[in-house]
T-cell receptor, first 114, second 119 residues
Framework: NAGVTQTPKFQVLKTGQSMTLQCAQDMNHEYMSWYRQDPGMGLRLIHYSVGAGITDQGEVPNGYNVSRSTTEDFPLRLLSAAPSQTSVYFC?????????????FGPGTRLTVL | AQSVAQPEDQVNVAEGNPLTVKCTYSVSGNPYLFWYVQYPNRGLQFLLKYITGDNLVKGSYGFEAEFNKSQTSFHLKKPSALVSDSALYFCAVRALPVLMDTGRRALTFGSGTRLQVQP
């Protein structure tokens, strides 16, 4: 199993540009989520999905869209990038959304918005 | 709302000495508690979790954590630190789910504690 994969690993955008961060998992996990990691702030939840066709907002959803058309894929879209979105983005998945399951994390995407 | 506090930005310990990384939490009802470790330029890796039962939980790489309900704490411990344990450690909490309340399924992370083990 490849686990959770993310592309690209690095990305530089100009303010106002759009892009999609890709996330895929091959573990048939029901639950997938996107976090951003900023220094001194830990990980903050952006959006999550409890199954194909079902998504919901997390703590910091503004400026981001998601969709979940398949179990495997959970892309994160930045509609109009802003410097405040400079961060490291992690995708994670777990077998189910029940509380006791640990999450598996991808390697991250480091995004810089100029 | 649920929250996690990791009061120490950094913990320094000499190799071979015991280590403790502190975590306190706030949640409505009973919690699920997790510890994750992050090595440089890597994603988070699961270390251990508390769901129910024995308050002392053992996990990967010789780490353990003690759940203390009265103090709402879940401190990470290791009897003898290794230089290779140097990394960023995150505590996380999730409340036990309430039927139809999807918001309760989200994990809340602490701000992280950098562990530095000196040779």
């Amino acid at each position: 199993n490849a686990g959770v994969t993310q592309t690209p690993k690095f990305q530089v955008l100009k303010t106002g540009q759009s892009m999609t961060l890709q996330c895929a998992q091959d573990m048939n996990h029901e639950y997938m989520s996107w976090y951003r990691q900023d220094p001194g702030m830990g990980l903050r939840l952006i959006h999550y999905s409890v199954g194909a066709g079902i998504t919901d907002q997390g703590e910091v959803p503004n400026g981001y869209n998601v969709s979940r058309s398949t179990t495997e894929d959970f892309p994160l879209r930045l509609l109009s990038a802003a410097p405040s979105q400079t961060s490291v983005y992690f995708c994670a998945s777990s077998y189910s959304s029940s509380g006791g399951r640990e999450q598996y994390f991808g390697p991250g995407t480091r995004l810089t918005v100029l | 709302a649920q929250s996690v506090a990791q009061p120490e930005d950094q913990v320094n310990v000499a190799e071979g000495n015991p280590l403790t990384v502190k975590c306190t939490y706030s949640v409505s009802g009973n919690p699920y508690l997790f510890w994750y470790v992050q090595y440089p330029n890597r994603g988070l890796q699961f270390l251990l979790k508390y769901i129910t039962g024995d308050n002392l939980v053992k996990g990967s790489y010789g780490f353990e954590a003690e759940f203390n309900k009265s103090q709402t704490s879940f401190h990470l411990k290791k009897p003898s630190a290794l230089v290779s344990d140097s990394a960023l450690y995150f505590c996380a909490v999730r409340a036990l789910p309430v039927l139809m309340d999807t918001g309760r399924r989200a994990l809340t992370f602490g701000s992280g504690t950098r562990l530095q083990v000196q040779p």
